[in-house]
């Protein structure tokens, strides 16, 4: 069954038709990947889906629920968490409350006045968000400051809070851009990881071909903003229209 | 104890204790002798410190946790202070109900404010608030004081006449605002040798009332609801991609700290029963900005500290008149005795807030924690000589360590 299905998605910014019938099924329990050369409306999609841009038409279901026109925090409490491209944490607190900030947003919801409890008090979640850090293996950097982790630490915390809600979708926006190879390979073992050990889809958006094809099921390949084909990675290798697509972009 | 953490605890403590025995800790010098002006131990005073300690507890809680940084709180320290009068001419001068009256008024008011303000955030919002509160003061200060519907009487301020209804006035109850018959400006002086301390009922009531706030300030800054709104500080995005709704996290911290404000305002009427539109005027909404980063943003005690360093320049400092100068550089030649009276005097009396504006950029290039970094920097070299101190004999004994 498809646990997110996009259907004649269009979205034009001004005279740029940045997205044209887009239509997407993703399966539940699998991971999809959606690459693209630059500019092909990859990330316009992804905003289209968190709440983060409306599409001018078309419908975007998940779990058979429609999240248009929802902000980003509903369509979260849904069941959609997103990991962005440079790593969105909250730098200026320490790593045990980065972590504990999911949980609570997970059993409170969106708001909740809890202004005279205190944090230690909270046994239930403090072990929710230590057993998380423990299983990131950054158990030792609890009371450091997210913003002074390294690079590869502060992905891993940021995939470490959107797991701490239990997702049904994990949404990554090229969660390696940027990173070094070691970091890279760590990133990949670790989604690796998730979707052995988890119930859980997850759709990447991915420009590194090397993590798509250690990652994906299934493939879509976005061109100037609709989807040329979609297939299994061993199909998507060999089509001749793919690697038109991107020889395309680097001749031009 | 009372649900906070040891460290919490004996910060709770030493504020209490310093300002419980405040009448002494202010008044250190002998009366009558020349330091005596630097004196700061009388009520009006020391109420002043601890009603401005509340005020900007309270604008901690929305600056200093989400960074929002509001320029208008003096309209809920307004709104406060005109509820309190008005409970004053149509109840009684007992302080319970105008106290308790001003934080509901200025609670509803931030309410209303903060709802619209909040839509923008960063500089806009800034703007937002500013406006709002000029607004209030030229409401207060004229449309709403015309024959027909005199709600704050104006350029005279509002204050309670003999013909006001007061209807639970009692015959023998005090004729000034009172706690249950106790007045607010009894005063008891105790004089030991030269020296004269002074314990007043209405300083009594507002250090009570801010050991109260501030020990509900140190729960939200521990409470989950706190690290969410020090979570709206750091990132918005994240926060709101985590199943957050940032929007009403920061309406409550926003109210709270009107209340706070509408609070302080209360007080200050309770001390004096008057009213007036310019406690309204944007540069109080910046005294108390000011107050929070010179003592130090997002920090516990930072505020309070801010609001009697503030406080303290504004009543001392301006009191030193060039006749004091002289007295004190009496033992240097005329002549130079003139010329260092003459440096020093742009910088005193009403030149004051030349001395306070220098200090404020000093503190914020050199110590952007406010004093209470300076605090820290201070204590950790203490603590650094110290340990070198113990180190060196201790070299010598035990080497294998």
């Avoid at chain 2, 005073?45 to 401005?52: D, E, K, T």
């Avoid at chain 2, 303290?312 to 550089?329: A, G, Q």
């Amino acid at each position: 069954m498809a646990i997110l299905r996009v259907k004649d998605v269009s979205k034009r910014f001004g005279g740029l038709k940045a997205l044209t019938d887009v239509n997407l099924n993703v399966e539940e329990n699998s991971v999809h990947a959606i690459i693209g050369p630059n500019g092909a409306g990859k990330s316009t999609l992804l905003n289209c889906l968190v709440g983060k841009l409306m599409p001018d038409t078309g419908s975007v279901l998940f779990n058979n629920n429609s999240v248009l026109g929802l902000e980003p925090f509903q369509i979260n409490q849904m069941g959609i968490s997103r990991v962005f491209q440079t790593p969105e944490i909250f730098g200026e607190l320490t790593v045990m409350e980065n972590m504990l900030i999911p949980i609570f947003a997970m059993r409170d919801g969106a708001f909740r006045m809890h202004a005279y409890e205190t944090i230690a008090n909270e046994r239930e979640v403090v072990e929710q968000a230590e057993a998380m850090l423990e299983e990131m293996n950054m158990a030792d950097k609890r009371e450091m400051n997210a913003a002074s982790l390294s690079r590869g630490d502060k992905r891993r915390l940021e995939i470490g809070m959107c797991l701490s809600q239990n997702p049904r979708l994990l949404l990554l926006d090229e969660p390696t851009a940027g990173m070094a190879r070691a970091d890279t390979n760590n990133t990949i073992d670790l989604l690796k990881q998730i979707k052995d050990e988890r119930d859980i889809t997850i759709a990447i958006i991915e420009h590194d071909m090397h993590v798509v094809f250690s990652l994906a099921e299934r493939i879509t390949v976005l061109a100037q903003g609709t989807p040329l084909v979609e297939d299994t990675p061993e199909n998507i290798r060999g089509n001749p229209k793919v690697r038109e697509a991107y020889l395309g972009e680097t001749a031009a | 104890m009372l649900g906070l953490n040891k460290k919490d605890t004996s910060l709770l403590i030493i504020v209490a204790l310093l300002t419980l025995l405040a009448p002494f800790i202010l008044n250190p010098f002998p009366e009558g002798s020349a330091m005596a002006q630097f004196n700061a131990g009388y009520p009006d005073l020391m109420q002043r410190f601890v009603i401005f300690g509340i005020f900007a507890i309270g604008f901690n809680i929305l600056f200093g946790l989400t960074g929002y940084l509001s320029f208008g709180h003096a309209a809920f320290l307004g709104v406060g202070s005109y509820s309190a009068v008005w409970m004053f001419k149509l109840l009684s001068y007992n302080v319970i109900p105008a106290i308790a009256l001003s934080v509901v008024v200025a609670g509803l008011f931030s309410l209303l404010i903060g709802f619209v303000s909040l839509r923008r955030s960063g500089i806009y919002f800034s703007i937002l608030t500013l406006a709002f509160a000029q607004m209030s003061f030229a409401l207060a200060y004229s449309v709403l004081s015309n024959p027909k519907f005199n709600l704050t009487n104006g350029e005279t301020g509002l204050q309670v006449y003999a013909d006001d209804p007061q209807i639970l006035q009692g015959a023998n109850s005090p004729d000034l605002p009172h706690l249950f018959g106790l007045p607010m400006r009894a005063t008891y002086t105790m004089d030991v040798g030269a020296w004269s301390f002074d314990f007043n009922a209405g300083y009594y009531l507002c250090a009570v009332i801010m050991m109260v706030v501030f020990y509900l300030a140190i729960r939200i800054f521990r409470s989950p609801f706190g690290m969410m709104l020090r979570a709206v500080k750091s990132n918005q995005q994240r926060m709101n991609y985590t199943g957050l709704n940032s929007k009403p996290y920061t309406l409550a911290a926003f109210v709270i700290s009107g209340m706070y404000a509408g609070l302080a305002g209360g007080l200050m009427a309770a001390m004096d029963p008057l009213a007036g539109a310019e406690r309204m005027q944007w540069t109080a909404s910046g005294e108390v900005v000011l107050m929070t980063i010179l003592g130090g943003t997002g920090t516990l005690i930072g505020p309070v500290l801010g609001a009697g360093f503030i406080k303290y320049f504004e009543n001392i400092f301006s009191k030193i008149n060039d006749n004091v100068l002289h007295s004190w550089f009496a033992f240097l030649p005329d002549g130079l005795e003139d010329a260092v009276v003459f440096l020093i005097h742009p910088f005193i009396g009403k030149g004051w807030h030349l001395t306070l504006g220098i200090l404020f950029m000093l503190v914020v290039i050199y110590l952007p924690g406010g004093l209470v970094e300076g605090g820290q920097r201070l204590l950790k070299r203490f603590k650094r000589k110290k340990k070198d101190t113990d180190d060196a004999p201790s070299g010598k004994t035990e080497p294998a360590e």
